[in-house]
């Protein structure tokens, strides 16, 4: 067992990492002392395959359960979503002590964190990641949202959870995809701020493929220990924290330009990180080698590398300027200065966005 502690005064938290979590779900909620009405949103997909055992620990140790299940896929991750979650909040008469437990992936983890953080202008949250992109992201640092047909996750708060829990044994169950999708969040861990963490996934990446407990343990422990250390420092991105985009804005481009259909997260975000290093490597702030070598670990990980030959410069540059982060006209790129460090630009010129080869 591994524990992570997000240091934030009155809403710190424990991230607990171990296997055979998921069915202690209401030991843990019994240490917050929480209401004892319980809503608990999950997808379909993962209802079949873990719903029960949740259900039935909250249920043993006395919480009334009203269930929600979601339809897969991100384009559910809407305000009409976390509408009817509203609904079933209130016929279950959910008070601001009453938790609202997200048991899935990111997009069940971000619209059920969004409806905790607006139901009664506010309700616990508890977090049972089932993804590993979600384990080592999503679900910590307390960013919550919905999306819009103009952006994604245009509509949010930054709200954090009173616990996390990542059960190892749900990864069995992961797809390769969605496995490989998470890997590129923990890669980007590796080059925004350890050089020495990096190194340790180009030894260790065949183990973590294999889904060995013992090095996904590892790394999902070290993914959110850097994370709490930047949310520490800068909960609401105004500065640092704005590190943890890095290859999110062309990623998120990508999601939008193909509707959300061809690409998951994961996937998307690591061609943003190899066309982010490409794009350093042409200002002259990343060494070709670290370029390389971060293009090659992302490709030994079976993520893509290039971006979608149907997407043009023109395409990506509109999309830009429609993101979230933009601020006064100014777009913000997070750029590789070398494996481990990173520096974030607000006003890049517009003639160097230019990511098609």
Partial sequence: MRQVTVNLGLRSYPIWIGAGL????????????????????TSHTVQKLYGAMAEDSLRRHGYRVTLAVMPDGEEYKTLATAEQLYDLAFAAELDRRCP????????????????AATYLRGVPLVQVPTTLLAQVDSSVG????????????????FYQPR??????????????????????????????????????????LGRLLQLDQESLAAAI?????????????????????AILNYGHTVGHAIEALTGYR?????????????????????????????????KALVARAGLPVELPSDITADDLKEFFYRDKKVVEGRLTFVLPAAIGQVDV???????ELNFIE
């Avoid at 496995?179 to 260790?204: M, P, Q």
């Avoid at 220990?225 to 500065?239: F, H, L």
């Fill in 142 to 157: 307390g960013k919550v949202a919905v999306n819009h047909p103009k952006g994604k996750n245009i509509i949010g708060a």
């Fill in 221 to 241: 422990e070290e993914s959110c220990r850097i994370k709490a250390q930047v949310v520490e420092q800068d909960e609401t991105e105004q500065g640092l924290r």
């Fill in 345 to 351: 630009f607000r006003d890049l010129p517009e003639e």
């Fill in 100 to 115: 609202v437990i997200a048991l899935g992936g990111g997009v069940v983890g971000d619209v059920a964190g969004f409806v």
């Fill in 262 to 294: 061809r690409f998951i997260h994961g996937e998307a975000v690591a061609v943003g990180m190899v066309a982010a290093a490409r794009l350093a490597q042409k200002k002259g702030l990343l060494a070709a080698d670290d370029c390389s070598r971060i």
């Fill in 22 to 41: 998921m069915a202690r779900t209401g030991a843990y909620l019994d240490n917050l002392a929480v209401g004892r009405k319980v809503l608990l949103v």
């Fill in 163 to 204: 616990l996390v829990l990542a059960d190892l044994d749900v990864l069995g169950s992961l797809p390769p995809r969605e496995l490989r999708g998470g890997l590129a969040e923990i890669i980007k861990y590796g080059v925004i701020w350890s050089r020495d963490f990096f190194s340790w996934l180009e030894i260790n």
